[in-house]
Protein backbone atom coordinates (compact mmCIF):
# COMPACT_ATOMS: atom_id res chain seq x y z
CA UNK A 1 0.00 0.00 0.00
CA UNK A 2 1.71 3.42 -0.99
CA UNK A 3 1.87 6.35 1.90
CA UNK A 4 -1.29 8.17 0.23
CA UNK A 5 -3.44 5.14 0.28
CA UNK A 6 -2.08 4.44 4.03
CA UNK A 7 -2.87 8.18 5.45
CA UNK A 8 -6.59 8.10 3.23
CA UNK A 9 -7.43 4.53 4.96
CA UNK A 10 -6.26 6.08 8.19
CA UNK A 11 -8.37 8.64 7.67
CA UNK A 12 -11.52 6.46 6.72
CA UNK A 13 -11.16 4.28 10.02
CA UNK A 14 -11.02 7.32 11.71
CA UNK A 15 -14.22 8.50 10.22
CA UNK A 16 -15.83 5.02 10.63
CA UNK A 17 -15.35 5.03 14.16
CA UNK A 18 -16.61 8.74 14.95
CA UNK A 19 -19.75 7.70 12.73
CA UNK A 20 -20.26 4.65 14.79
CA UNK A 21 -20.70 6.94 17.84
CA UNK A 22 -23.93 7.07 19.84
CA UNK A 23 -24.42 10.92 19.86
CA UNK A 24 -26.46 11.98 22.37
CA UNK A 25 -28.54 15.65 22.15
CA UNK A 26 -26.45 17.26 22.94
CA UNK A 27 -22.87 17.70 24.62
CA UNK A 28 -19.38 19.48 23.89
CA UNK A 29 -18.24 16.27 22.49
CA UNK A 30 -20.27 16.23 19.97
CA UNK A 31 -20.20 19.50 18.21
CA UNK A 32 -16.43 19.24 17.37
CA UNK A 33 -17.02 15.69 16.00
CA UNK A 34 -20.15 16.78 13.69
CA UNK A 35 -17.87 19.90 12.25
CA UNK A 36 -14.83 17.56 11.37
CA UNK A 37 -17.53 14.93 9.66
CA UNK A 38 -19.00 17.80 8.00
CA UNK A 39 -14.86 18.53 6.81
CA UNK A 40 -14.82 15.29 5.80
CA UNK A 41 -17.21 14.98 3.18
CA UNK A 42 -16.41 17.94 1.61
CA UNK A 43 -12.75 17.19 1.23
CA UNK A 44 -13.46 13.45 0.23
CA UNK A 45 -16.72 13.68 -1.62
CA UNK A 46 -18.10 11.21 0.43
CA UNK A 47 -22.00 12.15 1.07
CA UNK A 48 -22.36 9.10 4.03
CA UNK A 49 -20.59 11.53 6.56
CA UNK A 50 -22.52 14.81 5.76
CA UNK A 51 -26.04 12.54 5.61
CA UNK A 52 -25.08 10.90 9.27
CA UNK A 53 -24.37 14.57 10.25
CA UNK A 54 -27.98 15.22 8.39
CA UNK A 55 -29.94 12.83 10.45
CA UNK A 56 -28.78 13.95 14.27
CA UNK A 57 -29.31 17.62 13.39
CA UNK A 58 -32.34 18.19 11.46
CA UNK A 59 -34.54 16.40 13.00
CA UNK A 60 -33.27 17.61 16.12
CA UNK A 61 -34.26 21.11 15.01
CA UNK A 62 -37.56 20.28 13.70
CA UNK A 63 -38.33 19.02 17.09
CA UNK A 64 -37.18 22.04 19.25
CA UNK A 65 -38.62 24.44 16.76
CA UNK A 66 -42.21 22.00 16.94
CA UNK A 67 -42.29 22.58 20.53
CA UNK A 68 -43.29 26.32 20.42
CA UNK A 69 -41.57 27.22 23.58
CA UNK A 70 -38.08 29.17 24.44
CA UNK A 71 -34.96 26.44 23.61
CA UNK A 72 -34.45 25.26 27.48
CA UNK A 73 -30.83 26.17 29.11
CA UNK A 74 -29.47 22.59 28.33
CA UNK A 75 -29.50 23.39 24.76
CA UNK A 76 -26.91 25.28 25.16
CA UNK A 77 -24.47 22.66 24.46
CA UNK A 78 -26.19 22.23 20.74
CA UNK A 79 -23.70 22.54 17.79
CA UNK A 80 -24.71 26.33 16.19
CA UNK A 81 -22.13 26.40 13.82
CA UNK A 82 -22.84 23.18 12.64
CA UNK A 83 -26.54 24.43 12.44
CA UNK A 84 -25.63 27.43 10.55
CA UNK A 85 -23.31 25.33 8.32
CA UNK A 86 -25.81 23.23 6.73
CA UNK A 87 -27.85 26.34 6.20
CA UNK A 88 -25.67 27.93 4.39
CA UNK A 89 -25.02 24.80 2.33
CA UNK A 90 -28.66 23.54 1.26
CA UNK A 91 -30.53 26.87 2.18
CA UNK A 92 -32.86 24.90 4.16
CA UNK A 93 -35.14 27.69 6.38
CA UNK A 94 -35.35 25.08 8.77
CA UNK A 95 -31.60 25.67 10.35
CA UNK A 96 -31.70 29.05 10.14
CA UNK A 97 -35.00 29.16 12.02
CA UNK A 98 -32.91 26.72 14.57
CA UNK A 99 -30.05 28.79 14.60
CA UNK A 100 -32.48 32.05 15.50
CA UNK A 101 -34.16 30.49 18.35
CA UNK A 102 -30.52 29.46 19.71
CA UNK A 103 -29.30 32.95 19.17
CA UNK A 104 -32.54 33.58 21.63
CA UNK A 105 -31.48 31.42 24.06
CA UNK A 106 -27.99 32.78 24.36
CA UNK A 107 -29.16 36.18 24.76
CA UNK A 108 -31.20 35.21 27.54
CA UNK A 109 -28.99 33.75 30.11
CA UNK A 110 -28.68 35.43 33.10
CA UNK A 111 -24.98 37.05 34.39
CA UNK A 112 -23.46 36.68 37.48
CA UNK A 113 -20.45 39.00 38.23
CA UNK A 114 -21.01 40.27 34.53
CA UNK A 115 -20.76 36.53 32.97
CA UNK A 116 -23.24 34.71 31.18
CA UNK A 117 -23.76 31.38 33.04
CA UNK A 118 -25.25 28.08 31.03
CA UNK A 119 -27.14 26.39 34.19
CA UNK A 120 -28.78 28.97 36.10
CA UNK A 121 -31.54 25.72 36.43
CA UNK A 122 -28.54 23.55 38.34
CA UNK A 123 -28.27 23.76 41.94
CA UNK A 124 -24.11 23.46 42.18
CA UNK A 125 -23.57 24.72 38.91
CA UNK A 126 -25.91 27.63 38.62
CA UNK A 127 -22.97 30.07 38.94
CA UNK A 128 -20.17 27.79 37.10
CA UNK A 129 -18.81 28.59 33.45
CA UNK A 130 -16.36 26.28 31.15
CA UNK A 131 -13.64 26.95 29.34
CA UNK A 132 -15.37 24.91 26.47
CA UNK A 133 -18.04 27.09 26.31
CA UNK A 134 -15.71 29.08 24.38
CA UNK A 135 -15.28 26.51 21.54
CA UNK A 136 -19.11 26.64 20.70
CA UNK A 137 -20.57 29.93 21.99
CA UNK A 138 -18.38 32.55 20.68
CA UNK A 139 -17.89 31.40 17.28
CA UNK A 140 -21.70 30.16 16.97
CA UNK A 141 -22.88 34.12 17.45
CA UNK A 142 -20.09 35.63 15.26
CA UNK A 143 -21.25 33.18 12.60
CA UNK A 144 -24.89 34.00 13.08
CA UNK A 145 -24.21 38.13 12.69
CA UNK A 146 -22.30 36.78 9.50
CA UNK A 147 -24.94 34.82 8.34
CA UNK A 148 -27.59 36.64 8.98
CA UNK A 149 -25.97 40.86 8.60
CA UNK A 150 -27.21 41.36 11.86
CA UNK A 151 -24.05 43.11 14.24
CA UNK A 152 -26.11 42.69 17.41
CA UNK A 153 -25.27 38.64 17.19
CA UNK A 154 -21.84 39.82 16.88
CA UNK A 155 -21.93 41.97 19.56
CA UNK A 156 -22.79 39.39 21.74
CA UNK A 157 -20.20 37.08 20.70
CA UNK A 158 -17.74 39.71 21.38
CA UNK A 159 -19.12 40.28 25.07
CA UNK A 160 -19.49 36.57 25.32
CA UNK A 161 -15.89 35.92 24.41
CA UNK A 162 -14.79 38.96 26.05
CA UNK A 163 -15.92 37.95 29.35
CA UNK A 164 -14.83 34.10 29.35
CA UNK A 165 -11.56 34.95 28.19
CA UNK A 166 -11.57 37.45 30.92
CA UNK A 167 -12.22 35.15 34.07
CA UNK A 168 -10.40 31.74 33.01
CA UNK A 169 -7.52 33.22 31.26
CA UNK A 170 -4.19 32.37 33.58
CA UNK A 171 -1.85 35.12 33.22
CA UNK A 172 1.02 33.83 34.63
CA UNK A 173 1.10 30.70 32.36
CA UNK A 174 -0.75 32.19 29.27
CA UNK A 175 -2.80 29.31 29.67
CA UNK A 176 -7.06 28.97 30.45
CA UNK A 177 -8.44 27.38 33.40
CA UNK A 178 -11.31 24.77 33.43
CA UNK A 179 -13.99 26.67 35.04
CA UNK A 180 -14.72 29.56 36.73
CA UNK A 181 -17.22 30.27 39.55
CA UNK A 182 -19.00 33.95 39.20
CA UNK A 183 -20.54 34.17 42.57
CA UNK A 184 -17.17 33.47 44.62
CA UNK A 185 -14.68 35.01 41.57
CA UNK A 186 -12.49 31.89 41.49
CA UNK A 187 -10.80 29.90 39.00
CA UNK A 188 -10.58 26.30 39.16
CA UNK A 189 -7.11 24.98 40.02
CA UNK A 190 -5.69 23.54 36.74
CA UNK A 191 -4.74 24.39 33.22
CA UNK A 192 -6.52 21.41 31.64
CA UNK A 193 -4.81 20.70 28.18
CA UNK A 194 -8.03 19.49 26.41
CA UNK A 195 -10.01 22.72 27.97
CA UNK A 196 -6.96 24.49 26.39
CA UNK A 197 -7.62 22.79 23.69
CA UNK A 198 -11.31 23.98 23.27
CA UNK A 199 -10.19 27.55 24.39
CA UNK A 200 -7.78 27.69 20.99
CA UNK A 201 -10.60 26.53 19.11
CA UNK A 202 -13.43 28.93 19.86
CA UNK A 203 -10.64 32.04 19.59
CA UNK A 204 -9.68 30.95 16.17
CA UNK A 205 -13.28 30.17 14.92
CA UNK A 206 -14.59 33.25 16.52
CA UNK A 207 -11.41 35.72 15.05
CA UNK A 208 -12.22 34.01 11.64
CA UNK A 209 -15.66 35.37 11.85
CA UNK A 210 -14.58 39.02 12.73
CA UNK A 211 -13.48 41.99 10.78
CA UNK A 212 -10.15 42.51 10.43
CA UNK A 213 -10.69 46.31 11.61
CA UNK A 214 -12.12 45.06 15.28
CA UNK A 215 -10.45 45.85 18.23
CA UNK A 216 -11.67 42.76 19.87
CA UNK A 217 -10.13 40.57 17.09
CA UNK A 218 -6.75 42.48 17.62
CA UNK A 219 -6.99 41.54 21.41
CA UNK A 220 -8.06 37.68 20.96
CA UNK A 221 -5.64 36.83 17.94
CA UNK A 222 -2.72 38.22 21.16
CA UNK A 223 -4.47 35.97 23.18
CA UNK A 224 -4.46 33.24 21.38
CA UNK A 225 -0.90 34.16 20.13
CA UNK A 226 0.42 33.76 23.45
CA UNK A 227 -1.59 30.71 24.34
CA UNK A 228 -0.28 28.70 21.57
CA UNK A 229 3.33 29.75 22.64
CA UNK A 230 2.64 28.53 26.06
CA UNK A 231 1.60 25.54 24.64
CA UNK A 232 4.88 25.02 22.42
CA UNK A 233 6.98 25.01 25.39
CA UNK A 234 4.97 22.66 27.69
CA UNK A 235 5.14 19.89 24.56
CA UNK A 236 6.10 16.57 26.35
CA UNK A 237 9.12 14.64 24.45
CA UNK A 238 6.86 11.90 22.59
CA UNK A 239 4.75 14.93 20.64
CA UNK A 240 1.71 14.76 22.92
CA UNK A 241 0.77 17.06 26.13
CA UNK A 242 0.12 16.00 29.50
CA UNK A 243 -3.51 16.20 31.01
CA UNK A 244 -2.34 19.28 33.19
CA UNK A 245 -0.48 20.77 30.94
CA UNK A 246 1.69 22.64 33.52
CA UNK A 247 2.34 19.07 35.66
CA UNK A 248 4.56 16.67 33.71
CA UNK A 249 3.77 14.08 36.65
CA UNK A 250 0.03 13.44 34.84
CA UNK A 251 -0.52 11.36 32.25
CA UNK A 252 -0.47 11.97 28.27
CA UNK A 253 -3.61 12.95 26.68
CA UNK A 254 -3.90 12.54 23.01
CA UNK A 255 -7.11 14.78 23.03
CA UNK A 256 -5.12 17.65 23.72
CA UNK A 257 -2.92 16.68 20.76
CA UNK A 258 -5.81 16.53 18.19
CA UNK A 259 -7.00 19.82 19.26
CA UNK A 260 -3.79 21.28 19.61
CA UNK A 261 -2.31 19.96 15.69
CA UNK A 262 -5.82 20.88 14.29
CA UNK A 263 -6.29 24.29 16.23
CA UNK A 264 -2.85 25.27 14.88
CA UNK A 265 -2.73 24.18 11.69
CA UNK A 266 -5.97 26.01 11.03
CA UNK A 267 -4.58 29.19 12.34
CA UNK A 268 -1.78 29.19 10.20
CA UNK A 269 -3.40 28.42 6.77
CA UNK A 270 -5.82 31.42 7.89
CA UNK A 271 -3.18 33.87 8.70
CA UNK A 272 -3.72 33.85 12.73
CA UNK A 273 -0.10 32.98 13.72
CA UNK A 274 1.83 34.99 11.27
CA UNK A 275 3.68 36.79 14.27
CA UNK A 276 5.01 33.17 16.13
CA UNK A 277 5.13 31.06 12.62
CA UNK A 278 8.26 29.64 11.96
CA UNK A 279 10.47 25.97 12.03
CA UNK A 280 9.52 25.88 16.15
CA UNK A 281 5.53 25.70 15.60
CA UNK A 282 6.45 23.45 12.37
CA UNK A 283 8.42 20.74 14.47
CA UNK A 284 5.62 20.85 16.75
CA UNK A 285 2.94 20.21 14.33
CA UNK A 286 5.00 17.42 13.15
CA UNK A 287 5.69 15.99 16.42
CA UNK A 288 2.15 16.02 17.13
CA UNK A 289 0.86 14.39 14.36
CA UNK A 290 3.46 11.72 14.73
CA UNK A 291 2.04 11.21 18.19
CA UNK A 292 -1.57 10.76 17.43
CA UNK A 293 -0.37 8.61 14.56
CA UNK A 294 1.16 6.47 16.90
CA UNK A 295 -1.78 6.83 19.69
CA UNK A 296 -4.69 5.63 16.66
CA UNK A 297 -5.42 1.65 16.69
CA UNK A 298 -5.70 0.33 13.22
CA UNK A 299 -9.37 0.38 13.55
CA UNK A 300 -9.40 4.52 13.82
CA UNK A 301 -9.99 4.41 17.74
CA UNK A 302 -7.80 7.10 19.27
CA UNK A 303 -7.63 6.81 23.57
CA UNK A 304 -8.68 9.55 25.33
CA UNK A 305 -10.04 10.82 28.90
CA UNK A 306 -13.40 10.85 29.72
CA UNK A 307 -15.75 13.61 29.75
CA UNK A 308 -13.94 15.79 32.84
CA UNK A 309 -15.79 17.85 35.34
CA UNK A 310 -14.03 20.11 36.85
CA UNK A 311 -11.82 19.36 39.69
CA UNK A 312 -9.20 19.52 41.19
CA UNK A 313 -5.34 17.41 39.56
CA UNK A 314 -6.84 14.39 40.80
CA UNK A 315 -9.66 14.56 38.72
CA UNK A 316 -7.95 14.65 35.62
CA UNK A 317 -5.20 11.76 36.59
CA UNK A 318 -7.27 9.33 37.22
CA UNK A 319 -10.26 10.29 34.60
CA UNK A 320 -10.82 6.72 32.73
CA UNK A 321 -10.05 6.54 28.98
CA UNK A 322 -12.47 5.86 25.75
CA UNK A 323 -13.25 6.40 22.77
CA UNK A 324 -15.04 9.45 22.38
CA UNK A 325 -16.00 12.07 20.01
CA UNK A 326 -14.27 15.05 21.50
CA UNK A 327 -11.14 12.60 20.35
CA UNK A 328 -12.25 11.45 17.42
CA UNK A 329 -13.22 14.93 15.74
CA UNK A 330 -10.13 17.00 16.42
CA UNK A 331 -7.86 14.12 15.22
CA UNK A 332 -10.21 14.11 11.54
CA UNK A 333 -9.72 17.74 11.20
CA UNK A 334 -5.84 17.45 11.99
CA UNK A 335 -5.49 14.38 9.62
CA UNK A 336 -7.72 16.57 6.78
CA UNK A 337 -5.44 19.79 7.25
CA UNK A 338 -2.61 18.19 7.37
CA UNK A 339 -3.43 16.18 4.37
CA UNK A 340 -4.88 19.33 2.66
CA UNK A 341 -1.51 20.97 2.72
CA UNK A 342 0.76 18.54 1.66
CA UNK A 343 2.25 18.14 5.11
CA UNK A 344 1.89 14.44 5.20
CA UNK A 345 4.08 13.87 2.59
CA UNK A 346 6.74 16.72 3.49
CA UNK A 347 6.95 14.96 7.26
CA UNK A 348 6.98 11.74 5.30
CA UNK A 349 10.11 12.75 3.00
CA UNK A 350 12.06 14.28 6.36
CA UNK A 351 11.39 10.46 8.31
CA UNK A 352 9.13 12.85 11.07
CA UNK A 353 6.10 9.95 10.66
CA UNK A 354 7.15 6.69 12.38
CA UNK A 355 3.51 5.10 12.35
Known amino acids: MTDERRYAA ?25 RALLEFSRHTGDVRAAEIVVGLVRPWCVARLGTKTHFPY ?20 VYLAAALELGELHRSFPEVGGVAVHRPDLKGLNNQIWV ?15 VTADEAWRDLAIT ?42 GLIDTIAELPASLAARAHLT ?14 ATRGAWHTVLDDFETPLEYSAAAFFASGVSKALRLGLLDAIAGSELDLMLERAVTAL ?37 PLLLTLIEAQASGSLGARRRTGGITA
Open 74 to 93: ADHVAPGVVILDLHETTGDE
Open 293 to 329: LTATSDDGSLPISFATPVGTRDTYVNAPLGVFPWGQG
Open 132 to 146: DCMALDAPFLARLAR
Open 160 to 201: NVSSYTSVLHDPATDLFRHGFDARTRTQSDCNWARGNGWAMH
Open 10 to 34: IMRAVTERAMAYEFKVWGFGEDICL
Open 222 to 235: TLLERQVSAVLRRQ
